[in-house]
């Protein structure tokens, strides 16, 4: 993300919960690097859950101080609706 992206924040956290556009949410921890933003662990899982490929568009809503709103639109600019159990199923994997 953008340096200019730490300006909404006096205290960068250390995860946000990334909420997609059915209410689904799920945590990834965010690093600071090179004065970069970046989301870290967790952001492998959501993109493979939400089956984000090359050429997706992702945008980034700030809600809160730690919520971000997701919207995913696929490489033909419609927007990518992804049901909850998808994030249950990922995790129920991982146990």
Do not use: W
Request: aromatic content about 8%; glycine content about 6%.
């Amino acid at each position: 993300m953008p340096v200019d992206f730490t300006k909404h924040f006096a205290v960068v956290p250390m995860e946000f919960k990334l909420k997609n556009n059915t209410g689904c949410s799920l945590r990834v921890t965010v690093k600071l690097m090179n004065g970069m933003v970046t989301l870290d662990q967790g952001l492998a899982t959501y993109t493979a859950v939400h089956e984000i490929n090359i050429g997706y568009m992702v945008r980034f809503k700030l809600l809160t101080l730690d919520t971000l709103k997701v919207i995913i639109f696929d490489d033909d600019g419609i927007e990518v609706v992804n049901k909850c159990g998808k994030h249950d199923e990922a995790f129920a994997a991982r146990d």
